[in-house]
């Protein structure tokens, strides 16, 4: 009973770790963000986010990274505004992280990386009604990116730190429930910059608004320990590897405009 979002396109992953032949799209990510090259747009509204902490299932381990997956059959946890047109709804969240904490983030900020990512993936429930539609679809998906920074301990987080020793292995599955995600969201989500790009791992379309917070979020460095000890690989299998580095190489800008929401 996995949610529609990640399941289906689970099949796609084994060869991730192999160099891929990459589309050769004109807008893929992750991208550097050249905050002076950054245009103002003062059209952008305010992010309504609404969550429902009720529609969070389970965590996996897809051998990639791990999910936190929500119930994507009605509107009960969405995002709309901003820059999006339509309502979007949330299908599950996941991270990327490095072995250290000099990198980690898929995006970066004048070239500054952080030591995680947070990306909560969402699908436009407006013009779709599957993931796997909309993930094909120009304006299919919007994903918001939070940055993680080492500080003090996050106490949103924790529940879900506690959670994660239950799927250190690849295809390993655990309940969660009552998640509320909305805990992993900075102070002033109304800052963000945004651009058209991509999913950042196979199948890579070209189908993401991406949202990414200006403001970061704090996590101590024994949570993000936690993450750096699951594993990609399967109990079956005889050398285990550590999930750490599970982000894609930054892509070309290739004369895309990054609007900011703020001055
Ligand atoms: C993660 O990112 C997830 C995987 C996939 C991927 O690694 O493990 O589920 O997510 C929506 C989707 O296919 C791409 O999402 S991303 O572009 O936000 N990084
Ligand atoms: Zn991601």
Same mark, same amino acid.
């Given at each position: 009973n996995l949610s529609a979002c990640s399941s289906k396109l689970a099949f796609m992953h084994p060869m991730w770790q192999e160099p891929l032949a990459i589309p050769g799209g004109d807008r893929q990510s992750p991208i550097d963000i050249v905050v002076r090259k950054s245009v103002f747009d003062p059209q952008l509204r305010p992010l309504k986010v609404q969550y429902d902490p009720r529609t969070c299932q389970q965590i996996w381990n897809n051998g990639y990274s791990f999910l936190v997956e929500y119930d994507d059959t009605t509107d009960k946890s969405t995002v709309k505004g901003g820059p999006l047109e339509d309502q979007f709804r949330l299908c599950q969240f996941h991270f990327h992280w490095g072995e250290n904490n000099a990198w980690g983030s898929e995006h970066s900020i004048d070239r500054r990386l952080f030591p995680a990512e947070l990306h909560l993936v969402h699908w436009n429930s407006d013009k779709?009604?599957? +993931? *796997?539609?909309?993930?094909? *679809? *120009?304006?299919?998906? =919007?994903?918001?990116a939070v940055f993680l920074k080492i500080g003090k301990r996050h106490e949103g987080l924790q529940k879900l730190v506690d959670a994660l020793p239950a799927v250190r292995h690849k295809d390993s599955l655990v309940e969660f429930t009552? +998640?509320?995600?909305?805990?992993?969201?900075?102070?002033?989500?109304?800052?963000?910059?945004?651009? =058209?790009?991509?999913?950042?791992?196979?199948?890579?379309?070209? =189908?993401?608004?991406?949202?990414v917070m200006k403001r970061h979020i704090e996590v101590s460095h024994d949570q993000?320990?936690? +993450?750096?000890?699951?594993?990609?690989?399967s109990a079956e299998e005889q050398v285990q590897r550590s999930m750490v580095n599970n982000f894609r190489v930054q892509q =070309?800008?290739?004369?895309?405009t990054v609007r900011s929401s703020f001055t």
């Open positions: 779709y009604s599957l +993931f *796997e539609e909309a993930v094909i *679809e *120009e304006n299919g998906l =919007a994903v918001i009552k +998640f509320d995600p909305a805990c992993l969201l900075p102070e002033n989500i109304d800052d963000y910059w945004t651009y =058209a790009g991509s999913l950042t791992t196979p199948p890579l379309t070209e =189908a993401v608004t991406w949202i993000l320990a936690v +993450f750096r000890s699951l594993l990609f690989t =070309a800008v290739k004369g895309r």
